[in-house]
């Protein structure tokens, strides 16, 4: 079989940083292509330069050997090369069969005649795709929003399909219907070339997987013929053990206890719906679910920062409701929440080092100014301890790599010593390397007897790190486990909300057999 | 075409960005030199002139430079407002507008103010001033508050609306109106009594007007309150994320208004500051500051001292060129506007050359 694309040499670069430096990849016809690396090694950048966003600074493309310049993406499109991104680019209000029908280049005169239809329907049908032609794409899930963006490229007759991460989203068995369309595909004689971090999935739907690291084309190696622990060293550089410690510590009272926590999102709908759960000291206790179930709403609930509609939140046995985000970090509560874009919150991406570790305490200081001497040794010491990397404290945060950044927001959070820890995706976006340092903080934390709260995206972390999982769907609880008696598959089924077992064996979930609540009730009551 | 795209620098050299802006104006001269020679005008000589600002040689030359410190207070002052929201990602683009409510509402003042103290009347003309053009703007962040309306729009149409009721001012001649001549058939702005007019201290023939003192004061203020306060750091941090400012436990809301309340009410003590030195009122007593000081702001990078710099250097070729304008009947004012307009564009295309480089897409060695 040929090469259905062929990277000759290519580089790009940003400013002095290149992102991608002479790199040499082929794909061949009917191949599912894994490409590996840690992040910020490029694999983006390079895929953004076959559909056309980004133009190489030097070197040559060649798809089905021909030579081509790719100048924009409906030049990539007509190339037949398609990618489905890790933000979806659709149309919120309109159907799926509108969706692909809005660049679709044939089909008649008539936007929806019974021809597009029918190529539509017959396009998904062929590859197994399960979809709802006539469904808004808002009222769609996230995984029914990905089978369309798929079935959007290949309806737009693209040959060579990119995916970015497109397992990040989806829960066990999405992904297990992913790979079966995406091997159909392949049957067909498409050719794949997926980005992911999940060493199992590459493993499991891979022909051969490609290496980037630090820009540079490490080499690409049949996948049969490898394992887990050589993909790591040739991604990381070097050995590394990939055995995530959690220490088991004495689990002290209750903490933090939510109960009946109802929370609407930004939109007014609801977001968190009755929930019910607890972390005792010394204990981490995981969060699961499909992204947007309700994580991010529970966390800023918990800081304060959103009005919840009905519920009961007690810290060491305090009602920490209706209390100004300030006020619940003094209380000992501290959050950090790595948003998407990582930076957005938490963080002020063009201040100093220094800037950003007094955000929550710069008013402590009396009179109107900002004690900086104090920040600057604070600023210091946060960055000895943990090692972070930088030149100077006076460097804006935006100009450190990833894990630095992430360590910068820690190092903050811890140093008010909290007593609860709120932790979303501190790992989001990390290298192995600094995802491992970032485990250890946590790991001391939770020696020292802090409660952890660790919502997570990915299952064998979460699974090897926390001390108990629970899981969310659609805002409802729908079960604690214990991560060394359970299974990823359970999980996952509780994720979709197929599993519920938070009234099993007459004893309920979330609520702690010495709950500081019990006399409260009775006061409540009567 | 396809072959050259722009890439971000990689470092930032103050040297080079120098050479660039040097490049710039030598360019724009050099444009300025073929319009000069096609209407007749040794360009060397009108140059020399332009520099010198007319100071060489002239007995009054004391004049010029107090001419020069009324054009550079103001367009200080309102830099300095602009630089203030802009920190905050606050697209204040009203100046004008603001400028003029304060020329307004100061103006009301020194029209009814016969009699009075006149370091009263100048300080009561700056707060009404200052009030009123506080206001608009507190009101302009009330509606981006509450409602999420857009401030570059809200801003940019007020300044028409300022700009129209001036003009009505002007030209609208009945019995209530106290702004005009009364000695005059046609409708003309009237002159302020003596005590509304900026006073100062006098070295010789030179009166050092206290406006001037009055802004290097306020810019050592102003770069004390961005850098060591509280509120210039909430400022920073607000313009830099206003969800982590949120999440931080700012007030977020109160930091918007406060912060445009401050901006819009300097630039009303700019435009008090202007109408007390002119001694009158006008439609264009703003001297198109509010536009030009977005110009000051964003060349200084929104850095304090640099505004102060860029202040000193627009306001020297503003006047600049007026100066040598005069001096020829060929040309006029709107000449010394062209070549305004056409330093400050090259100066702007080579802050953005400095910034930016155009690269050639090399083909692949091996391929």
């Avoid at chain 1, 790190?465 to 604690?480: P, S």
């Amino acid at each position: 079989m040929g090469n259905a694309i062929e990277l000759r040499g290519i580089s790009k670069s940003f400013g002095s940083v290149a992102a991608n430096k002479n790199i040499n990849l082929t794909v061949e016809k009917g191949e599912i292509l894994a490409l590996l690396g840690e992040n910020g090694s490029g694999k983006t950048t390079l895929m953004n330069m076959l559909s056309g966003i980004y133009m190489p600074d030097s070197g040559s493309i060649f798809v089905d050997g021909k030579k081509v310049s790719i100048n924009s993406p409906e030049q990539s499109a007509k190339l037949g090369i398609g990618m489905v991104h890790q933000h979806f680019k659709l149309v919120e209000r309109f159907t799926a069969l509108e969706n692909i029908r809005l660049g679709l280049k044939t089909g008649g005169k008539f936007l929806l005649g019974k021809d597009t239809r029918k190529y539509i329907e017959d396009t998904a049908a062929k590859f197994g795709f399960e979809i709802d032609s006539d469904k808004l794409v808002c009222n769609m899930s996230v995984s029914e929003k990905q089978t369309l963006e798929i079935l959007k490229v290949i309806c737009y007759g693209a040959n060579i399909i990119i995916l970015d991460e497109p397992t990040a989203v989806l829960t066990v068995q999405e992904i297990d219907k992913l790979f079966d369309v995406m091997r159909k595909m392949k049957q067909d004689g498409h050719s794949i070339i997926i980005i992911t971090h999940k060493l199992n999935e590459v493993m499991e739907i891979s022909d051969r997987v490609a290496v980037l690291r630090h820009g540079e084309y490490i080499g690409s190696v049949k996948t049969s013929g490898t394992n887990e622990k050589e993909l790591t060293e040739l991604m990381v550089g070097r050995r590394i053990s990939l055995n995530i410690e959690r220490p088991v510590m004495e689990k002290t009272h209750p903490l933090l206890e939510i109960r009946d926590l109802t929370v609407r999102n930004d939109e007014g709908a609801i977001a968190v719906d009755g929930m019910n759960f607890y972390i005792r000291g010394g204990e981490m206790l995981g969060v699961a679910g499909i992204a947007g179930s309700g994580q991010k709403e529970l966390c800023e609930a918990i800081a304060g920062l959103r009005p919840i509609e009905r519920g009961q939140m007690l810290h060491e046995g305090e009602s920490i409701v209706g209390m100004s985000p300030k006020k619940i970090l003094d209380h000992g509560i501290s959050m950090s929440f790595i948003p998407e874009d990582r930076l957005g919150m938490g963080l002020a991406p063009s201040l100093s080092i220094t800037d950003n570790m007094i955000l929550k305490n710069y008013n402590e200081a009396k009179g109107i100014f900002v004690d900086r001497k104090a920040a600057r040794e604070e600023a210091k010491e946060a960055i000895d301890k943990l090692e972070i990397v930088t030149p100077s404290t006076e460097t804006p945060v935006r100009k450190l790599s990833g894990g630095n950044v992430q360590k910068v927001l820690l190092g903050r959070e811890i140093k008010s010593g909290p007593n609860v820890l709120v932790t979303a995706y501190p790992v989001r976006g990390l290298d192995i390397n600094s995802s491992y340092m970032i485990y250890d903080i946590l790991n001391q934390q939770k020696q020292k007897g802090v409660g952890i709260l660790f919502v997570g995206e990915d299952l064998d972390v979460m699974l090897a790190l926390c001390d108990k999982i629970m899981v969310m769907c659609h805002g409802r609880l729908q079960g604690v486990v214990n991560s060394t008696n359970t299974t990823k598959e359970d999980i996952g089924l509780m994720m979709t909300g197929a599993l519920n077992i938070v009234n099993k064996e007459g004893k309920t979930d979330g609520i702690a057999a010495d709950s500081a609540f019990e006399d409260k009730k009775e006061d409540a009551n009567g | 075409m396809g072959n050259f795209h722009l890439v971000r620098r990689a470092d930032y050299s103050i040297k080079r960005v120098i050479i660039y802006y040097l490049i710039g104006i030598l360019i724009s001269l050099s444009i300025g030199a073929i319009l000069l020679m096609s209407l007749n005008i040794n360009p060397i000589e009108y140059y020399s002139r332009m520099l010198s600002m007319g100071l060489i040689g002239n007995k009054f030359a004391y004049k010029n430079v107090e001419s020069l410190i009324k054009i550079f207070v103001p367009l200080l002052i309102t830099s300095l407002a602009l630089g203030l929201a802009f920190k905050m990602r606050f697209w204040n683009i009203g100046g004008e507008g603001e400028f003029l409510a304060g020329a307004i509402c100061a103006s009301v003042v020194a029209f009814n103010s016969k009699g009075m103290n006149p370091f009263l009347t100048v300080l009561l003309m700056c707060i009404a001033a200052m009030l009123s053009a506080g206001l608009i703007g507190l009101a302009v962040a009330a509606l981006k508050v509450k409602f999420n309306t857009n401030e570059t729009l809200m801003t940019l149409m007020l300044n028409y609306i300022m700009l129209y009721v001036i003009k009505y001012l002007g030209d609208t001649k009945a019995d209530w109106n106290f702004f005009l001549r009364e000695d005059s058939d046609r409708p003309i702005f009237g002159e302020f009594p003596e005590n509304a007019e900026m006073g100062g201290i006098t070295i010789g023939f030179f009166t050092l007007q206290y406006s001037l003192i009055v802004a290097v004061i306020l810019t050592v203020l102003i770069y004390f309150y961005i850098k060591k306060t509280k509120q210039g750091y909430e400022i920073s941090v607000v313009g830099d994320s206003a969800a982590t400012a949120k999440y931080a436990g700012m007030n977020v809301s109160w930091i918007v208004l406060r912060t445009m309340f401050i901006s819009a009410s300097l630039i009303g003590l700019a435009a008090g500051l202007a109408t007390s030195t002119a001694g009158t009122v006008s439609d264009s007593i703003t001297n198109n500051v509010g536009w030009t000081g977005i110009i000051v702001a964003w060349l200084s990078k929104l850095s304090i001292p640099a505004i102060f710099v860029t202040s000193i250097l627009i306001s020297v070729l503003q006047y600049g060129c007026r100066a040598a304008a005069t001096q020829y009947p060929a040309i006029d004012q709107n000449f010394a506007d062209i070549l305004q307009g056409i330093i400050l564009f090259s100066v702007l295309v080579t802050d953005f050359a400095a910034t930016f480089r155009i690269a050639k897409r090399e083909e692949a060695s091996n391929g």
